[in-house]
């Protein structure tokens, strides 16, 4: 079946430009998760979606960044008023559900480029 | 809260000699522990998982790792390394934080490259 996608695969940006970058995840995973990927930090946890609970946006890195899930489904991330450390890839995953049992499938990236 | 490290940030082997990533987690709570494998340009695949069965777990490609709780590590071994093998491997832990958030914690990655 399909995995999860995400798009744009690359996105160039000036710096302080809004973005937006989307995730589709697999097919009746009701847990969706956002993770950063940078040189200088690291795979960091972003923001995790669950079903119609409230996310957990433990690990948004200041205002400027948002997401939302529509539907239970697809989610977008939105980054305001980019800045240069913001240049990472951001990975999307989902799961079954939120346990901690449960693989987490990754979608392919979206690689961001503030200039 | 957890952490997990990854001992190496860059380890070359030969072809057909024996794959040894390291990875040492710390958890006030008994953990659920994962490798991960990231191909150049791609996202990441899992590799195997630890859920509290058996201490030796078998993953996919050959690799398996086994569980030591008095040493607190997760190392990820094969015991012939391929040409294909050459990637970025990722130790993980999940521990619930809150609701039925189960979110990973990485380490910073081991970078294999097999040498012909």
């Known amino acids: 079946g399909a995995g999860v996608s995400q798009s744009p695969s690359n996105k160039v940006t000036e710096k302080g430009k809004d973005v937006e970058l989307r995730c589709d995840p697999i097919?009746?995973?009701?847990?969706l998760y956002w993770y950063r990927q940078s040189l200088g930090q690291g795979l960091e946890f972003l923001i995790y979606f669950q079903g119609n609970s409230a996310p957990d946006k433990s690990g948004l890195p200041s205002d400027r960044f948002s997401a939302e899930r529509t539907g239970g489904s697809v989610s977008t991330l939105t980054i305001q008023r980019t800045q240069q450390e913001d240049s990472a890839v951001y990975l999307c995953a989902s799961s079954p559900r939120g346990r901690s049992s449960y693989e987490q499938y990754f979608g392919p990236g979206t690689r961001l480029t503030v200039t | 809260a957890q952490s997990v490290t990854q001992l190496g940030s860059h380890v070359s082997v030969s072809e057909g000699a024996l794959v040894l990533l390291r990875c040492n987690y710390s958890s006030s709570v008994p953990p659920y522990l994962f490798w991960y494998v990231q191909y150049p340009n791609q996202g990441l695949q899992l590799l195997l998982k630890?859920?509290?069965?058996?201490?030796l777990v078998k993953g996919i490609n050959g690799f398996e790792a086994e569980f030591k709780k008095s040493e607190t590590s997760f190392h990820l071994t094969k015991p012939s390394a391929h040409m294909s093998d050459a990637a970025e491997y990722f130790c993980?832990?999940?521990?619930?934080?809150?609701?039925?958030?189960?979110?990973?914690?990485f380490g910073k990655g081991t970078l294999l490259t097999v040498n012909p």
């Open positions: 097919s009746g995973h009701t847990a």
């Open positions: 630890y859920t509290s069965a058996a201490t």
């Open positions: 993980a832990v999940s521990v619930g934080s809150g609701g039925s958030n189960y979110k990973l914690t």
